[in-house]
């Protein structure tokens, strides 16, 4: 979300069009998907 | 001697338009720094919108400046951040409300003044911004709903620990987990809510008032990063938490 917050602004800066509402997705995450690569880089997780 | 002189004074003429340059560059709406304001700075989920936040900045040759409110409901703390980022012109601000109504005033005065804000994580009470990036924060309750439904295997009774009045984000999770349950779980009752506030402690405080009162429970819902770790924290603290029974979930988001 602070990726696409920045990225946005920029995009908007830059003169671009940008779209009203961005969604930016829901994961669900259990104990058992903890060790996925996915759910470790959304939640950053090292 | 005065050759030396006279290119040292020289050096010192390049050194002082290079300032100018800099100060005229710093002053002109031409920054390069970018505000994130998050609702609030203690909380581990604020670090991973930090990590993504920088990461976007590098990329794209901005600077970021990284600053909100300790607690998510100090609000007032909240407006003066975004006052104080105004006043030094900033190229654009990406905030996460931590009052959808509160911040509106602040939101407004930076859309009449032309600099560029992007709302993240919460909605606002007004549509004077450059765009909403966010969850579907009731989606995240409705599908924290359907785990407990299928864990349950449709029939309890279960608590809800809130966040706090006025947070946009959390109250659309609590409204989509609260609506699904009467909906799809006619089995599962919602005995008891209460806000757990902006810490981990009123959170923990919160939750043992509720395990308190009702003795018998099946499951408990938490609908962010402070509210579930003082849930866990009062589950253990009285042995109520069936790992196996109770197995932890958490809807995330980028």
């Known amino acids: ?46 | 001697m005065k050759k030396i002189a006279g290119i040292v004074a020289l050096v010192v003429v390049a050194a002082i338009f290079v300032i100018i340059g800099v100060v005229r560059k710093g002053s002109g709406g031409e920054d390069r720094r970018i505000a994130v304001i998050p609702k609030g700075t203690s909380s581990v989920f604020w670090e991973s919108v930090r990590a993504g936040a920088e990461e976007a900045g590098k990329e794209l040759g901005y600077e970021i400046s990284w600053n909100g409110p300790e607690l998510e409901s100090d609000r007032e703390r909240q407006i003066q951040i975004v006052e104080d980022f105004i006043a030094l012109k900033v190229a654009g601000v990406v905030l996460a409300p931590n009052g959808s109504t509160a911040l509106v005033p602040k939101v407004e005065e930076m859309f009449v003044k032309n600099i560029p804000c992007v709302i993240i994580d919460s909605e606002i009470d007004t549509d004077k911004y450059v765009s909403f990036a966010a969850t579907n924060n009731y989606q995240g309750g409705v599908i924290a709903a359907r785990r407990m439904g299928k864990i349950l295997d449709g029939e309890g009774r279960v608590i809800v620990v809130k966040f706090m009045p006025g947070s946009g984000s959390t109250t659309n999770r609590e409204n989509g987990f609260i609506d699904t349950i009467e909906k799809e779980f006619g089995g599962i009752e919602i005995v008891d809510t209460k806000y757990g506030m902006a810490t981990v402690e009123t959170a923990l405080q919160a939750a043992e008032d509720l395990l308190t009162k009702h003795a018998e429970l099946d499951g408990l819902y938490a609908c962010n990063a402070g509210t579930s770790v003082g849930s866990a924290q009062a589950l253990q603290s009285q042995g109520r938490s069936r790992r196996n029974a109770h197995r932890q979930a958490q809807v995330g988001s980028h």
């Open chain 1, 1 to 46: 979300m602070g990726y696409i917050g920045v990225k946005t602004l920029v995009d908007k800066i830059d003169g671009k069009d940008v779209p009203k509402l961005i969604d930016t997705g829901v994961e669900l995450v259990t104990v058992e998907r903890l060790e996925e690569p996915k759910i470790k880089a959304l939640l950053n997780l090292q």
